[in-house]
């Protein structure tokens, strides 16, 4: 009986997970982290359509729900001042702003930031998580709902060059991952109030991966392999533990995820087991995570050179080099995959060319080192000094 409830519980999670719309991009990679938007391409030749100047420091990418994209900063001589922004997608006007001091710490590494977790939310609530483990809970008017200082709880949960992982949401279960050296941990708390529903002791180094939503179950990477856990309760569904890269995180379609371990690895998680449908070490993501399109994987490797791969075997179709170097991850919409470039070059790749081709760039301001969003036929990125629309 207690096993119905929690399956009845997991359904009623994911319907209110669903209360998303298609065009909202309502975390990290956007709808569990897929890095693939279902709405038509916004298209190839975008121009900036707005920007907005930021505060301080930032790699965090923005989030859209229902017409409004939410974003963080961090600013002060020691980043203590955390920001959240929620603007308005259609001309960028602020809607609102929040500040609020960390009571965690605050060092970094000097090419990331305090604020470099991505928010995450839904139709009615969005949480945004720091470097500093302070985590944040408010509603689409800006109201603060909770809060929670996880340095307080977990002392020794810091990694001296800054956390990255960031939170999702997997119906009315929050998992935050707070993973490092010392004392490592991943939460599932509920949403509503911010209480631990459970706790998992994780392996002993530095992550900055961030979990996909599988199912249902949430996929977590770490140096030792990627584990399926079922949100609610923190059971362990399935284990894979052949190791996995700690920065890019893992690709996903209905059928399988595609893991950066020992170059790509495809698994087709199960009840207890994640059987391995195949390897290729020749595809090895650098910083930015593999996405999938169709039939074909897309892996980024760390010469900046973009490789479109077959999904059922790893096999190379081409290769292009991009103008690099990069830090975020692509996503794609239609045949077009989008990525911004440290030099400050935004790229629009045609996948369906026959060795691919960079059909269109963007010449912006600053070095962009985070994710693009897409939503509502706009692409969304940030730099430490910009908010910029693409349309």
């Known amino acids: 009986m207690a096993r119905m409830k929690t399956r009845a519980a997991l359904v009623h999670a994911f319907m209110t997970l ?13 709808v569990n982290g897929s890095a693939i938007s279902s709405e038509a391409a916004p298209g190839p030749k975008l121009k900036v359509a707005w920007e907005k100047e930021l505060p301080g420091r930032g790699l965090s990418s923005p989030i859209v729900i229902g017409g409004k994209v939410f974003l963080t900063a961090s600013s002060g001589p020691d980043q203590s001042n955390l920001h959240v922004f929620c603007f308005a997608a259609a001309d ?16 970094a590494h000097n090419k990331t930031s305090v604020a470099a977790p991505t928010m995450c939310g839904d139709s009615e609530k969005v949480f945004a998580l720091f470097s500093s483990n302070d985590l944040f809970a408010f509603d689409h008017s800006g109201n603060l709902l909770w809060l929670r200082g996880l340095t307080f709880d977990y002392a020794n949960a810091s990694n001296s060059l800054g956390m990255a992982s960031s939170p999702v949401l997997a119906g009315d279960t929050l998992v935050v991952q707070s993973e490092n050296d010392s004392e490592s941990i991943a939460l599932g708390l509920d949403a509503a109030t911010g209480v631990n529903r459970w706790k998992k002791e994780r392996p002993k180094a530095a992550n900055w991966t961030s979990a996909v939503v599988w199912k249902d179950t949430v996929a977590l990477q770490s140096s030792k392999g990627l584990t399926g856990i079922n949100p609610r309760t923190g059971e362990i569904e399935w284990d894979y533990t052949d190791g996995a890269a700690t920065i890019p995180s893992a690709a996903l379609t209905e059928t399988a995820i595609y893991v950066p371990s020992n170059g790509v690895t495809a698994l087709a998680p199960e009840k207890g087991a994640a059987s391995q449908l195949w390897r290729a070490e020749g595809l090895k993501p650098g910083t930015g995570s593999p996405l999938v399109i169709g039939d074909s994987l897309f892996v980024l490797n760390s010469a900046g050179i973009l490789i479109k791969a077959s999904t059922r075997n790893g096999d190379e179709s081409w290769k292009l080099r991009l103008k690099g ?19 400050g070059d935004f790229q629009v790749v045609d996948t369906t ?19 693009p969003a897409i939503s509502d036929g706009a692409v969304y990125i940030r730099s430490d000094k910009r908010l910029w629309q693409l349309r």
């Open 325 to 343: 170097p990069f830090s975020g991850s692509p996503v794609a919409a239609g045949k077009y995959v989008y990525i911004g470039g440290e030099r």
């Open 18 to 30: 669903a209360s998303i719309q298609a065009a909202d991009w309502p975390q990290f990679r956007g």
């Open 353 to 371: 060319a026959p060795e691919g081709e960079i059909v269109h760039t963007v010449e912006l301001k600053d070095p962009i080192l985070s994710t």
């Open 92 to 107: 960028g006007a602020v809607i609102w702003e929040r500040v609020m001091k960390a009571t965690g710490r605050t060092m």
